[in-house]
């Protein structure tokens, strides 16, 4: 619970971020570029203004320390036990997608020369974050965030099994969520895995909707029914992840052969584009 309500925090904040700031220059984004400069928000909002400026900082600021701490807390061993990594993961994808869109807004939807690379490598990483969010998430993970071994996976499935066999509806479930995902196959490619997917999660929403109809059908008392439709859903979760985890692996290996040449490209054009704007004379309130 502690967690959803975290995430709804960051995702308060970041909506509210991105909405005051394209209400509060609506009229100068949608002007033609040749009208800006005609325009009483010229000064604060034109890529140099105090404003703009301002955003560009504070963006970039959000993405180097969403990349710093999420690596260091990854890497560092002695580090392993301060917070979940997912929380961790939680904060760098906040970051990291709230900062490129402040860039975005510094820019005024206009980029060109060593800004416009550096804001599409940018824009590429932000991107790629999001499909490699999509693929951690099917990894199965502890509560910490690590990678199950395979022991670990077999105990999750022996505690989700205890609980669905304390009572005859329990054990109905079982048979049918076992039933339903027994003619599945491991996919072998990465169109398979594709299809594996989605029907996968069809299995899964009929089997919350089967689960939820028999259990509202059955005299179980609300406590228990809570324990099984939880036991149910991350029985089905876990065969699910389990049929998919050899190709997500490959395809996670994968992502991380775009993701991290794309996040060098990011900051090494970000560095020439700063030292060339301090070179040219451009300055914040310093």
């Known amino acids: 619970m502690a967690h959803k309500v975290f995430i709804a925090f960051l995702i308060f904040i970041g909506c509210t971020a991105v909405l005051a700031i394209g209400i509060n220059g609506i009229d100068y984004y949608s002007a033609?570029?040749?009208m800006r400069a005609f325009l009483p928000q010229h000064k604060f909002?034109?890529?140099?203004?105090?404003?703009?400026?301002?955003?560009?900082i504070v963006g970039t600021s959000m993405i180097i320390i969403g990349i710093i701490i999420y690596s260091t807390r990854k890497?560092?061993?002695?580090?392993?036990?301060?917070?979940?990594?997912?929380?961790?993961?939680?904060?760098?994808?906040?970051?990291?997608?709230?900062?490129p869109i402040l860039v975005i807004y510094h820019t005024t939807f206009k980029a060109g020369g060593i800004a416009a690379i550096s804001l599409?490598?940018?824009l590429s990483v932000?991107?790629?974050?999001?499909?490699?969010?999509?693929?951690?998430?099917?990894?199965?993970?502890?509560s910490a965030g690590d990678q199950m071994t395979s022991h670990q996976i077999n105990e999750q499935?022996?505690?989700?099994?205890?609980?669905?066999?304390?009572?005859?509806?329990g054990r109905d479930i079982r048979r049918m969520i076992d039933r339903s995902f027994a003619e599945l196959k491991r996919p072998e490619n990465i169109s398979q895995t594709i299809g594996t997917f989605l029907h996968l999660q069809r299995l899964k929403r009929n089997v919350r909707s089967t689960v939820n109809s028999a259990l509202r059908t059955a005299a179980v008392e609300r406590t228990s029914t809570r324990m099984i439709v939880r036991a149910a859903s991350?029985?089905?979760?876990?065969?699910?992840?389990?049929?998919?985890?050899?190709?997500?692996?490959?395809l996670f290996y994968y992502w991380h052969a775009i993701h991290l040449p794309f996040t060098a490209i990011m900051l090494v054009t970000l560095v020439v584009h700063v030292g060339v704007?301090?070179?040219?004379g451009y300055s914040w309130v310093f």
């Open 32 to 34: 033609p570029v040749q």
């Open 126 to 142: 932000a991107a790629s974050g999001v499909i490699g969010r999509f693929l951690y998430v099917l990894i199965p993970r502890t």
């Open 45 to 56: 909002l034109k890529p140099s203004g105090v404003f703009s400026h301002g955003l560009g």
């Open 120 to 122: 599409w490598s940018m």
């Open 157 to 169: 499935f022996d505690a989700q099994e205890k609980i669905l066999l304390e009572s005859e509806i």
């Open 277 to 280: 704007a301090l070179w040219l």
């Open 75 to 99: 890497r560092v061993r002695a580090l392993w036990n301060l917070g979940k990594l997912s929380v961790w993961l939680e904060v760098h994808i906040f970051l990291c997608l709230l900062g």
């Open 234 to 250: 991350a029985r089905a979760t876990l065969i699910q992840k389990s049929l998919l985890l050899i190709q997500v692996e490959r």
